[in-house]
């Protein structure tokens, strides 16, 4: 699984970095590097990264404020952080999970427990993209269902007013058949485009570092 897996590693120490970066390429994973975190979002933005390895002390931005700039946009199984420090404090470790960080490591980063943290966190993303899918299935089947009953009243009301216009010309009453019929039609052209998968479901957070999502359907 580790394999091709895309990461980002942050640390203005490029020089000292590189034996680590050049394990990682060994091991196969593709590695870019950024020697700043100022531009953490566009990076984001342009490449989907699987995992990132965050250096906490930088001269211009901190490693946790470059974690805040994370979570403000991706939360911890979208984009998972492993902290790199050169000491091990708990203090550290502690204000760098309470920020959203995935895991922590210290430098120099053993290769060998860096792979089992970048294959964890893999594991991870992928069991999110799994529950996601299931949880957008499932609000389909929820909204077909209901567009289904949805069609019920308004096909009544239309076939209630038919029996009784038949042999009259009252327009007040055609026009009331003719707006529950229109009510059917939007409701059956609903269900016809999310069968076909032309609605996009999507997820969006309603609050930073938790799992609840709202759903929502792309018009």
Do not use: C, W
């Not at 091709?4 to 091991?27: H, T, W, Y």
């Not at 995992?51 to 946790?64: A, I, W």
């Not at 076939?159 to 055609?174: A, C, S, V, Y």
Request: proline residues 3%; charged residues 25%.
């Amino acid at each position: 699984m580790t394999r091709n897996a895309k990461v980002l590693i942050v640390d203005d120490d490029e020089m000292g970095s590189k034996p680590f970066v050049l394990k990682l390429q060994k091991r196969g994973i593709q590695v870019h590097f950024s020697t700043s975190g100022e531009n953490i979002l566009e990076l984001l933005e342009q490449e989907p990264y699987n995992v990132v390895f965050l250096d906490m002390v930088m001269p211009e931005f901190t490693g946790h404020q470059v974690l805040g700039l994370i979570r403000s946009k991706y939360s911890q199984l979208e984009i998972p952080v492993i902290m790199l420090s050169g000491k091990d404090e708990v203090s550290d470790v502690v204000e760098s999970l309470k920020l959203g960080a995935n895991d922590y490591m210290t430098k120099p980063a053993n290769i060998d427990i860096a792979m089992a943290r970048i294959q964890t966190q893999l594991m991870l993303t992928e069991y999110y993209k799994i529950s996601v899918k299931k949880s957008e299935l499932d609000a389909i089947h929820s909204m077909v269902v209901t567009y289904s009953h949805e069609i019920n009243n308004p096909l009544t009301i239309a076939l209630g007013f038919l029996h009784k216009l038949k042999g009259t010309t009252d327009q007040i009453q055609i026009e009331k058949v003719e707006s529950a019929l229109h009510r059917i039609s939007h409701i059956l052209s609903k269900i016809k485009q999310i069968s076909e998968g032309n609605d996009k479901v999507e997820f969006e957070n309603y609050l930073m570092g938790s799992q609840g999502r709202m759903l929502k359907l792309k018009k």
